[in-house]
């Protein structure tokens, strides 16, 4: 978390001169994730207590639409996003083995909301915002799940709870999961 804020302070200085210039009281807005709430705040943080400027953190976006086309209106200074979600759902990209670089997509992210929607993206915080699937303790030790690829056979037996943003996304959401490790899950025990 301190290299976080550190690289986050170090974009934010960087960028010191236009902001103040330009106003006093800047707008930030977040989706309805812990994670972005975190990093939003993070963000306010810094900004108002090494710019100086009041900074006003909007979340609990229901949808990362409602977020871009608060942007869009110019209803907020700064969002904070997911690079992979903008790719496949505002650019309407499909993941496929070409598109699995991190760094290739935030590229092509970066190059078309520039071009589209007169927006930058400043660089990545640095670390990855992985779906991952838990189980009970006494499940993984019964049946010694360590990877994804042990719950081949299980996961009939199990029930898979998720939320609609991981169902629907293509390419490397759940169909995709259940493809890349032969997984098919059940209605429960």
Known sequence: MRRLMIAALV??????PTVTARTERLTILSTNFSE????GEAVKILLQENLGVEVEHIKDFSAQLLLHNAMLAGDADAAIYHTGTQFTGVLGMEVTDEWKDREK???YVNEQYNERFETTWLKPFGFNSTYAITVRKELAEEHNLKTM???????ETMTLGMDAVFRDRPGDGYEAM?????????AGR
């Open 36 to 39: 972005v709430h975190i990093l």
């Open 11 to 16: 974009v934010l200085l960087l960028a010191a």
């Open 105 to 107: 997509v935030f590229a």
């Open 149 to 155: 690829s042990d719950l081949q056979g299980l996961s």
């Open 178 to 186: 259940n493809e890349m490790y032969g997984l098919k899950w059940g």
